[in-house]
């Protein structure tokens, strides 16, 4: 038996599924997952010593690449003074005060732990903020594992809505209205059905994670103006496009300005950081000044703060336009590589980028749920394989995004030629 596999044996007596999190877990995949031992750039090393051109990235983190060395440095230097203080240090100051001072749509902000505590708290915060208990959110937007966003659209009603995971319990279901992306009827709808009931919608402003479904900006500027006009909240979960698309994400290029921003992923450079953010106003809602309660033992950990402050001052103009360069040299080698490997076995797909993101679906121009081909995850699951064979990672799901990296380079680009062959 190989080593992997072993691991994985192992890892499913110790842990439920055998992974932390369940998009780790290759389901529905011929091979078990890879176990990683050590990562260097654009590259990740499994414990046999395979070498991987790695297109997950953390799922999207690490936008300098694995082991950026001046992250490196800063953390090393962090060691240094400690790792946990539980008290006011300057660290997180420093890296509010860059934010704030590149971020102008919000004023404040609070550092949290994961991308799912942050839009935990923006929830708890809006409802606190407009005494109104209805969110709206969009099938096909993933706001973390927080109970009241693991919620299907139901079948009956407008927006109404049922639990997407056992555990959730239905009066929590009941107070999440569901929609599809682009239905402007829907929403408005909605809003009649349940005036003076609706605290927040929740969106990804650029939906990246059940695949890359780039809104039309017209959808975004109704969801602002009917949040204004019924006094709700515009939540932007900029947890994957924040830091990603731009220095301020989706509410920079489109100039939408939400009421609260929710960020993680890149904001810890591959440490564990959210974020909450908006004005002060909102946010003075929060304890220990506002009523709304929220709190953490590890928030605003110094040594993720200085990996954060690290990373982000990396991300220059000139770098987010070489990284998209890359992302699209990148997405033209693999079309063509898939047009013609094996007789055309994958030429039904296309590639679909943003920025630094790309998704590979057989389709262009996907907008919502329902565009989305069924057979795809069969398709993909065959085109992972032969990719990880030949040395390629990329997340193992046919509905995860690609993540392109400063450290994806022209040699990257040319060992990739390569081993597509
Ligand atoms: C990843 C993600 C989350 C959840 O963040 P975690 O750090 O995994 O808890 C929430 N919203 C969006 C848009 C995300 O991409």
């Known amino acids: 038996m190989n080593i992997q596999t ?6 499913k007596k110790l842990i439920p599924g055998g992974v932390h999190s369940p998009v780790r877990s290759f389901k529905g995949l011929t091979s078990t997952p890879r176990f990683f031992k050590r990562a260097e750039g654009a590259y990740i090393y499994d414990v046999e010593e395979k070498k991987y051109i790695d297109f997950c990235m953390s799922f999207g983190p690490l936008i300098l690449g694995h082991r950026n060395p001046i992250v490196e440095k800063a953390l090393h230097e962090g060691l240094e003074r400690g790792w946990s203080y539980g008290a006011c240090e300057p660290y997180s100051l420093e890296l509010a005060e860059f ?8 004023e404040q902000l609070r550092f949290v732990n994961s ?5 935990m708290t923006a929830l708890r915060l809006a409802r606190g903020v407009t005494g109104r208990n209805k969110i709206i959110k969009f099938n096909g937007c993933y706001h973390g594992h927080v109970d009241s966003m693991l919620i299907k659209a139901g079948s009956g009603l407008a927006g109404e809505a049922e639990a997407s995971s056992a555990g959730v319990p239905e009066g929590i279901a009941k107070d999440t209205l569901v929609l599809e992306l682009g239905d402007i009827e829907g929403v408005k709808k909605c809003f009649e059905e349940h005036k003076n009931q609706i605290a927040a919608i929740i969106i990804e402003p650029l939906p990246a994670n059940n695949g890359l479904m780039v809104q039309p900006i017209e959808f975004l500027s109704f969801l602002r103006e009917i949040c204004d006009q019924t006094c709700a909240l515009l939540i932007f979960d900029e947890v994957i496009s924040g830091f990603r698309v731009a220095f301020g994400g989706m509410a920079e290029i489109t100039g939408i300005r939400p009421d609260i921003s929710t960020w993680g992923k890149i904001i810890g450079g591959g440490l564990p950081v959210g974020a909450i953010a908006a004005s002060k106003f909102i946010m003075e809602h929060l304890a220990p000044i506002g009523k709304v309660y929220q709190a953490g033992t590890l928030s605003a950990n110094p040594l993720a703060m200085t990996g954060g402050l690290a990373t982000l001052k990396q991300l220059t103009p000139e770098n987010y336009k070489k990284i998209s360069e890359q992302t699209k040299k990148i997405s033209n080698v693999l079309t063509n590589w898939m047009h013609s490997y094996n007789n055309g076995q994958f030429a039904m797909f296309k590639i679909t980028t943003y920025a630094s993101l790309f998704w590979i679906v057989p389709k262009d121009n996907v907008t919502k749920i329902s565009e989305i081909p069924e057979n795809l995850t069969e398709n993909f699951n065959k085109l992972f394989e032969v990719l990880l064979e030949k040395g390629i990672y990329l997340a193992p799901n046919a509905y995860e995004v690609g993540f392109v990296s400063l450290a994806h380079d022209d040699s990257v680009i040319e060992d990739l030629k390569v081993r597509l062959g």
Do not use: M, N, P
């Open 6 to 11: 072993e691991l994985f044996l192992k890892s």
């Open 99 to 106: 934010l704030l001072e590149r971020i102008k749509y919000v």
């Open 115 to 119: 991308g799912t505590e942050a839009v």
